[in-house]
């Protein structure tokens, strides 16, 4: 069973900075693309970041040039900086990733519980 247990978010001030982790534990046989989502109220949910195995990363337009993704694959975790945060950002963020289980497995997707992120003005 794969568990993905987020952590990091809270209450920022417009212009500041909060880190969001997400590490994945169980059995992992591999771990391809990992990414962050986020949901405002009355919204759906949307993709902020991604990265592959490889380190490529990729940015929705709103966040661009403000938070940057990061890995640690031997720990199977994925990380979020957000800096110059503004109000718009407030949202629960969620991370994904897709991953194995086993080396003859097929890819499922998982997702962390949410971790809600407050930027004020």
């Known amino acids: 069973q794969v568990q993905l247990v987020e952590s990091g978010g809270g209450l920022a001030r417009t212009g500041g900075s909060l880190r969001l982790y997400c590490a994945a534990s169980?059995?992992?046989?591999?771990?391809?693309?990992m990414g962050w989502y986020r949901q405002a109220p009355g919204k759906q949910r949307e993709l902020v970041a991604t990265?592959?195995?490889?380190?490529?990363?990729s940015y929705a337009n709103s966040v661009k040039d403000r938070f940057t993704i990061s890995r640690d694959n031997p720990k199977n975790t994925v990380y979020l900086q957000m800096s110059s945060l503004k109000p718009e950002d407030t949202a629960v963020y969620y991370c994904?990733?897709?991953?194995?289980?086993?080396?003859?497995?097929?890819?499922?997707?998982?997702w962390g519980q949410g971790t809600q992120v407050t930027v004020s003005s």
């Open positions: 169980g059995s992992i046989f591999s771990v391809n693309v």
């Open positions: 994904n990733m897709v991953l194995r289980t086993s080396s003859s497995g097929h890819p499922s997707i998982y």
């Open positions: 990265i592959t195995s490889s380190g490529s990363a």
